[in-house]
């Protein structure tokens, strides 16, 4: 099938679906190394569980640059366990966000309850959702993946 562009020129489908993977690919590389550099940024490694993001970070970079330059099936699978692992690794990570700002929280405001508790759970000390870009960024892998 032949699609036609602005510019009069006869791409195919399969043309345009690798350019759109290709760039896909780019930008999730660009977002590793965005969000690695905020990590590190913000000294995200004083306990061991806080090394987990960067650990898998650094290897989907060397992962997703193999890909990129092997484009195999070996390659591609590696690339698609990695992003499995972003999405349980942010679920972690928003749990372990949540527990230590409930923690914080029954610290410094032990009469709060309800809502009000939640919302400076939700508000606190790490930011309880920041982890949700792993989960976001591990779909958008296995989106380029399919």
Not at 35 to 51: A, C, M, N, S
Not at 110 to 139: I, N, S
Request: glycine share 8%; proline share 4%.
């Amino acid at each position: 099938m032949r699609v036609v562009c602005r510019t009069f020129n006869a791409v195919t489908t399969d043309e345009t679906l690798s350019l759109l993977r290709r760039g896909l690919l780019a930008l999730l590389a660009i977002g590793f190394v965005g969000v690695l550099t905020e990590l590190i940024l913000l000294e995200h490694y004083d306990d061991p569980p806080q090394w987990i993001p960067l650990a898998l970070i650094s290897v989907a970079i060397v992962v997703t640059l193999w890909h990129w330059l092997d484009g195999r099936k070996a390659s591609l699978r590696a690339f698609q366990i990695m992003m499995m692992l972003f999405i349980v690794a942010g679920l972690v990570g928003i749990f372990l966000h949540t527990k230590g700002n409930v923690e914080f929280e029954r610290e410094l405001s032990p009469d709060l309850v309800g809502v009000a508790f939640w919302w400076e759970v939700l508000r606190g000390a790490t930011p309880t959702l920041a982890p949700g870009t792993l989960v976001q960024v591990g779909l958008l892998g296995l989106l380029y993946g399919y």
